[in-house]
């Protein structure tokens, strides 16, 4: 979805729409992840696969927050 945003003719204040539409459903997973590792009857062994999707989402949503906040917003706060 990023990609896609990225590369459309979107105007500015489009694609910050639709990356904190973006941001809502990735802090939805991110809670309900969160609750089924909470949840968990028994504890999981370490999976790797898991965890490099868990950096992927993080990543995803630290990209997305960026966007959101927009290089200037970060600049202003140092």
Do not use: C, W
Request: glycine share 6%.
């Amino acid at each position: 979805m990023t990609k896609a945003i990225r590369t459309k003719g979107y105007a500015a204040d489009e694609k910050k729409q639709l990356y904190l539409l973006l941001l809502g459903y990735i802090d939805i997973a991110a809670t309900v992840f969160a609750l089924l590792d909470s949840h968990a009857p028994t504890t999981l062994a370490a999976d790797d696969e898991l965890a490099e999707t868990k950096a992927r989402f993080d990543r995803v949503k630290n990209f997305a927050r960026l966007n959101v906040k927009g290089v200037a917003g970060l600049l202003v706060s140092l």
